[in-house]
């Protein structure tokens, strides 16, 4: 801390000293031991700003990943061709369809079942007491007698449709007049209209009624199956698939094609590959200095290696070529007896026996210990486990069977199965078309890609979306980046944050303090200073009483001619 020093003049003066400037010194002597301290929290603030943005470009990261991982994300979208649309369009296909080819033959269009009367004139009126009678498909029949509330066609109209008679009634202009006509609420055969009844106008000419167009239900075959549908829009024909009938033609088989919709999935990997890539860019940016020489705020952080590191390891990770899972209910901290047999490909079964007591996890650590060329991990859901057994050894010569006849869960005394062994034939990145740069960041070759979306669709499905029984690339990845980021009070970056927090909460605490503190002494010192200075100030004039209190004792400097 540097000196302050007081310049006071001459004390006979009467000048004295400027206080608030001495005192701004003094203050501003006393805030050095602050200085430290603003320049840590300015620097904690800093790493606040980029572990802020590092924070929300893995949130980012996460989102672009779970398209890929949602078992009703990309990877189940659909898409379709009709190879004759003035017969057949499709409307949509879901993540339930089916990829494959569908031939159909379209016999008849559904139609909805109509009639129309007799014309009459405008200003024709319809005979009280007569009666109009209207069903529809299988329903009752309802009568309508004609009063003075509806004796003229749009008064009828009007009536029917104010009623529940399954129609729909409307009066049209004709070249021959005023028509009546009624339109079935219920498409298709279901839907036929059957009108009865006696109805005259009021001259007692007969009003008819004529069919329209018969009520039918679409007849087409899918695959060579009949089928039927009440309307021309068909959401069950085919599983997940929507399309309408357009036209017929019992000669013509219209090719449905249901594909994968690969150009989704290119998509969304695109768009995972550059949110990995602005995260590896945020990391990099860490590592050196600023354009004025400066060391970035993370630079030597701890927090920047975890993070390379384990997004690192994310990448590389291995999915497994062959893996099986036990399939029964078992709790995690269930004990188990008996036995089990594990055989590899075509080589020797061998028997892993549950030490004593053992629990699921008990098992996988002496499965992991007896040599067998599998390694056996365990996958909990809450209070809930699998026990996952993973080969390295692609086809069937990492093929694993399972034995767990002699194994039981001896808490519930319910047996323990086992799935059969699932083959993955893509179990890394590269496969993919992804590829590192030397910078950590990633390429995506899109030939590679479409050629394995062409050729090996659902295992790119299970190397990316999460397992029972296994541990896929993306679930594997997914609960890194749970780990890294601020989802989780215990990822990394909340980690890292919270402690930068807590340390700035101290040196603001501190700072307050010494805020309070050198507000009570300069106060003081202002205080103090003051009443010096006018006590400088003073001097002057006390000389001057005393030098006349002398002259009056002495006589001495009185003026002679007084």
């Not at 069903?135 to 066609?153: A, F, H, K, P, R």
Request: charged share 10%.
């Amino acid at each position: 801390m540097s000196t302050v020093g007081i310049s006071f003049g001459s004390p006979t003066s009467g000048q004295g000293f400027d206080v608030s400037s001495t005192v701004s010194q003094i203050v501003a002597n006393l805030r050095e031991v602050e200085d430290p301290w603003q320049t840590q929290l300015t620097s904690l603030e800093s790493q606040d700003t980029v572990l802020s943005t590092i924070g929300s470009d893995l949130s980012t990261l996460s989102s672009a990943l779970s398209d890929l991982t949602d078992f009703e994300g990309v990877l189940a979208g659909k898409e379709g061709s009709s190879s004759d649309t003035s017969i057949l369009e499709l409307t949509s296909a879901d993540d339930t369809a089916v990829a494959g080819t569908y031939a159909v033959v379209v016999d008849q269009l559904a139609q909805t079942s109509s009639y129309y009367s007799s014309a009459l004139s405008s200003t024709d009126t319809l005979a009280t007491g007569g009666t109009l009678t209207l069903s529809v498909g299988s329903g009752s029949t309802q009568t309508i007698t004609i009063d003075s509330t509806n004796d003229t066609l749009s008064s009828l109209a009007s009536a029917i449709n104010a009623g529940n008679y399954g129609v729909t009634a409307s009066v049209v202009n004709s070249t021959s007049g005023e028509e009546l006509a009624l339109q079935s609420n219920t498409t298709g055969a279901a839907g036929q209209i059957a009108v009865g009844g006696s109805l005259t106008d009021a001259s007692g000419t007969a009003v008819n009624f004529t069919e329209g167009e018969p009520g039918q239900d679409a007849l087409f075959t899918i695959n060579g199956i009949t089928q039927s549908s009440a309307s021309n829009m068909v959401t069950d024909g085919i599983p997940g698939v929507t399309f309408q009938l357009l036209g017929y033609n019992a000669n013509e088989t219209v090719q449905v094609e249901i594909t994968n919709d690969d150009s989704a999935v290119e998509s969304a990997l695109e768009t995972f590959v550059s949110a990995y890539n602005t995260v590896v860019s945020d990391l990099n940016a860490q590592e050196g200095t600023d354009s004025s020489g400066n060391a970035e705020p993370l630079y030597g952080n701890p927090t920047v290696a975890t993070l390379q590191e384990s997004l690192y390891d994310a990448l590389n990770y291995t999915q497994a070529a062959n893996a099986v899972g036990s399939t029964s209910t078992i709790g995690t901290s269930d004990t188990l007896s008996g036995s089990l047999t594990i055989q590899v490909g075509s080589g020797s079964a061998t028997e892993v026996d549950v030490p004593s007591g053992g629990t699921l996890a008990d098992l996988a650590s002496a499965i992991n210990s007896a040599g067998i060329s599998v390694t056996a991990t365990i996958i909990t859901s809450g209070t809930t486990a699998v026990l996952s057994l993973a080969s390295a050894t692609s086809g069937t010569a990492g093929a694993i069977t399972v034995n767990s006849s002699n194994l039981t869960d001896a808490t519930t005394s319910a047996g323990i199965t086992f799935s059969s062994s699932q083959s993955n034939a893509i179990t890394s990145l590269v496969q993919l078309g992804i590829t590192a740069n030397s910078d950590g960041t990633l390429s995506l070759d899109s030939s590679t890609l479409e050629s394995v979306l062409d050729s090996n669709y659902e295992d790119v499905i299970n190397f990316l979306e999460p397992s029972g029984t296994y541990n896929s690339f993306g679930d594997n990845l997914s609960t890194v980046l749970d780990n890294l980021g601020t989802s989780s009070t215990s990822g990394v970056l909340s980690l890292a944050i919270s402690s930068n927090s807590s340390t700035e909460s101290g040196l603001e605490t501190d700072i307050s303090n010494e805020e309070e503190y050198i507000t009570a002494q300069q106060s003081s010192l202002t205080t103090e200073l003051t009443e010096a200075n006018y006590t400088l100030q003073e001097i002057p004039e006390q000389i001057d009483e005393v030098n006349e209190l002398y002259s009056a004792i002495t006589g001495y400097n009185e003026n002679p001619n007084g």
